[in-house]
């Protein structure tokens, strides 16, 4: 299922999705059941139905408390804030955003932690607020500088793939930093993404402290 949405194969999708949440029913697997849930909400999501969505994700939340899964709780706490982003429900969004990055800084899921404060100035950058977008867009530039010192464990294909997600955080910071006439910082974002996107074909080039910095 996971992997037919990746594809964009919606339909397709969520045939699995459904066979894997009777069977997640049949055997009472409420993780499993919980994170079919989501998934699905998933789906509905990128269909543009926001009202199905919203009502799967409230499912998976009400299981995720139940069987106390803080990360599951998190993640879809951030896919319902996507779908009020999506709305242009932008106060509404940035509620669950908040709430998820509560739970992720607890749990320690920096990915999470990461992708959230990249919503979250995604949306204020949609208020039309750049000063304050960029403060939560920095603070994810950071958190994924620091997850890639450990993705040279991870095959290359791997690496690749986790480059092409968090590429458009560092265009989209280094975007509002030219807009904001801060030059200087803009400069040292596109060295960020320059290193980034080298390290597809260089093994040695790595963020160290002089990147971080």
């Known amino acids: ?5 990746r594809l964009r194969k919606y339909t397709e999708a969520l045939k699995y999705y459904q066979e894997a949440l009777v069977i997640s029913r049949q055997v009472n697997d409420k993780f499993g059941e919980g994170t079919t849930l989501n998934n699905i909400g998933v789906v509905y999501r990128h269909l543009g ?28 706490l951030s896919g319902i804030g996507k779908v009020y982003y999506n709305l242009e429900n932008y106060l509404i ?15 320690g899921y920096k990915e999470g932690e990461a992708k959230t404060l990249n ?4 949306t204020l950058e949609s208020r039309n607020k750049p000063e304050l977008a960029i403060i939560y867009l ?5 958190i994924y500088e620091n997850i890639r010192k450990d993705l040279k464990v991870l095959p290359k294909e791997q690496q690749q793939s986790y480059t092409k997600t968090i590429a458009k955080t560092y265009r989209l910071l280094a975007d509002l930093l030219l807009k904001q006439n801060r030059i200087l910082e803009e400069e040292r974002v596109l060295v960020l993404l320059i290193v980034l996107e ?7 080039v790595r963020s160290n402290q002089n990147t971080s910095s």
Do not use: C, H, M, P
């Open 49 to 76: 139905e926001s009202t199905t969505a919203l009502d799967y994700y409230q499912k998976a939340l009400i299981i995720a408390r139940q069987v106390k899964d803080k990360v599951g709780e998190g993640i879809t």
């Open 198 to 204: 080298l390290d597809d074909f260089l093994t040695n």
């Open 138 to 142: 920095k603070q994810s530039v950071n």
């Open 119 to 122: 919503n979250i100035g995604l």
């Open 93 to 107: 969004s940035l509620e669950y955003y908040q709430k998820a990055l509560v739970i992720f800084k607890e749990t």
């Open 1 to 5: 299922g996971k992997l037919y949405s």
